[in-house]
């Protein structure tokens, strides 16, 4: 099964790899406006999908996975330093967008760096950082070492910042990480500095977990820069 996993990891990385390009960590980005000229190959997730599709320049997802999460999609990322933005709105009331922000362990492999959960009346953060101590006072105790770099995932969870995000209308995301800091705004409204060791790493992933019941979430406007 380890080996399995490692060769499962190694085509994941592979894939990525072959995604970004010649794109150096110093010059990466992505555009994504969803217009005519959209390119599915930007991302790790096959699009279109059962629950995700590209329609009037925008890319929208509703309806469940019929598993354990909600929708979700994956874009490969490759660089330590980035900016990254996009515009999202829900379609009916409720739900939640939540942003995982994926990077290098420190210990060879790749998991959770942040998460941002953008619920309709809050934003919540948590961190995930790792350690090779199985007795970490913040390890994840219901996730086991992973089986490449044998690192236990820790888990930092901040309390909901109160912020009304209930319109559905157009809404901006931008986090900025600079070495071991990320600047974090939504809309303006919403605004949060957060500094810890883990962030000065690779970026490899952006992932949007959506639950916008029926009629869905919009997300439009993805761009990743090199953080001046």
Request: glycine residues 8%; hydrophobic residues 40%; contains cysteine.
């Amino acid at each position: 099964m380890v080996a399995a996993t490692r060769l499962l990891r190694l085509a994941a990385a592979a894939t990525a790899w072959a995604l970004v390009g010649c794109a150096t960590p110093e010059t990466f980005s992505v555009r994504e406006d969803f217009g005519p000229g959209f390119d599915a190959k930007k991302f790790l997730t096959p699009l279109p999908n059962k629950n995700t599709s590209v329609r009037d320049g925008v890319m929208w997802t509703r309806g469940s996975s019929g598993g354990k999460y909600p929708p979700m999609v994956y874009l490969a990322l490759a660089g330590k330093d980035l900016t990254l933005s996009f515009r999202y709105r829900h379609l009916e009331k409720g739900g939640m967008l939540w942003l995982f922000v994926d990077g290098d362990d420190g210990y060879g492999s790749v998991d959770h760096m942040l998460r941002v959960r953008l619920n309709r009346d809050s934003v919540v953060l948590e961190v995930d950082a790792h350690t090779l101590d199985p007795k970490h006072p913040l390890r994840q105790n219901t996730r086991e070492a992973d089986p490449v770099s044998k690192a236990y995932r820790t888990n930092e969870h901040f309390p909901a910042e109160k912020v009304d995000l209930s319109a559905n209308e157009w809404r901006t995301v931008r986090l900025a990480f600079q070495g071991d800091t990320v600047d974090m705004s939504v809309d303006g409204q919403w605004t949060r500095t957060l500094k810890r060791p883990n962030f000065d790493a690779t970026k490899r992933k952006l992932l949007w977990m959506q639950s916008g019941g029926a009629a869905g979430i919009e997300i439009d406007d993805i761009v990743v820069t090199p953080t001046p």
